[in-house]
């Protein structure tokens, strides 16, 4: 049985005063079988992790670099990450994949360092909208499938979140029956692939503006394990209507 995942990916918004709203989240009554992830900014996130600590929240990181320490000037490794309290790392954000020119390779070797570390990446993928229209969406996911998770993927480890470019921050959101058709595929792909215990143990999140209106309607899709919520995450109030409504699928 695959546990529920409502994850909150702040970006590049925060600063101490914002950790109040992780506190409200953290001593909000959630007994329930959902779990809960903030990721914060870096600078955010050893506070956010001992804010925490004795919630049912998880912090996260927003990205890291491939190898575990070096010489490589302002990057974070998923083991300094881990020192800091992070329990998961989003990687392959269509923000880093356009920003800094990261491809399914680079995002793949950091996730080998993420597993290496004891950590869990979610990895994120999802096609622009000239690639929608032209119907190519399931060749885009297909190749970014195979190209950015590691061989040694497990549902422990690997945690995959559907983000249409073309609906992140826009308002804009595909389809329930578009929805579901990418979901079905990353799992069919994920069983042919890894075999059907691995491959059905995955969780599958959906991302492009999800909001308290419709995160009901988006939960009842097939496949649809949680979300990856950007702005909505901000605030503990319209982040908690939509842990609530994924908690009551």
């Known amino acids: 049985m695959r546990r529920k995942l409502a994850a909150g990916n702040w970006k590049m918004n925060g600063l101490g005063s914002s950790l109040a709203e992780l506190e409200t989240l953290s001593k909000a009554e959630n007994t329930r079988q959902t779990d809960i992830l903030i990721c914060p900014p870096a600078t955010l996130l050893s506070r956010a992790a001992a804010m925490s600590a004795d919630s049912q929240v998880m912090v996260g990181g927003q990205d890291c670099h491939a190898a575990i320490t070096g010489a490589h000037t302002g990057d974070i490794s998923a083991e300094m990450l881990r020192d800091a309290g992070a329990e998961m790392i989003i990687l392959g954000h269509s923000e880093r994949r356009a920003d800094h020119n990261e491809f399914d390779e680079h995002i793949r070797a950091k996730a080998r360092a993420v597993f290496e570390t004891g950590l869990t ?9 000239a690639e929608r229209e032209a119907d190519n969406t399931l060749d885009i996911i297909g190749g970014q499938l195979a190209g950015s998770i590691p061989d040694n993927a497990t549902g422990e480890n690997l945690v995959v979140a559907y983000e249409p470019i073309w609906a992140i921050g826009t308002g804009k959101v595909p389809t329930l029956a578009q ?5 079905d595929f990353i799992r069919a792909r994920l069983e042919r692939r890894f075999g059907a215990g691995v491959g059905r143990s995955v969780r599958l999140l959906y991302g492009g503006s999800v909001k308290p209106d419709n995160a009901a309607d ?32």
């Open 218 to 249: 988006i939960f009842s899709v097939s496949n649809v394990d949680g979300a990856l919520v950007g702005g909505a995450s901000l605030k503990a109030a319209d982040f908690q209507v939509i842990i609530d409504a994924l908690d009551a699928t």
């Open 179 to 183: 929805i579901g058709e990418v979901h």
């Open 121 to 129: 990446a979610v990895i994120c993928m999802g096609e622009s909208l």
